[in-house]
C-alpha cells in the first residue's frame, strides 16, 4: 500500500505545521530556544520568532497569536523565560489571507 503523503510537508519541510499532527491530537513540547530569524513565505523573505523544541521535533514560526498564548499559559511575556518550559500545541481552522485553512495553535493554559 502506497503511503499518504500530505502536499503541506513538501512545502517548508523545516518548521513545523498542522500537518504533522495526528488525527487533531493534542503535542505537549518543551521550549528548548526562540530566535529570531529570516523565514521564507509567500511573500518574501521576513524576520520572524522561531520557537525550538527539545526533542525529534521541528521547529515552529511563531505568530502573534501565538505568542500571546504562550505567555498567558506561562504566566510571562518573556521570551527568555519561556525555555525550559512545556507548552501544548493543537490544531485548528483559522481564517487567514482570504481563506480558511489549518494552523497551528498554542493552548492558554500550561500542561500538566
Known sequence: MAEH???KKTTNPDYLGAYAFEDGKDRIVQIADVKSEIVQNAQGKEEKQVMYFEGDVKPLILNVTNMKAIAKALNTPYMDEWV??????YVTMVSAFGETTDAVRVREFAPR
Request: net charge positive.
Open 5 to 7: 503523503i500530505h502536499w
Open 84 to 89: 525550559g518550559k512545556k507548552i501544548q500545541l
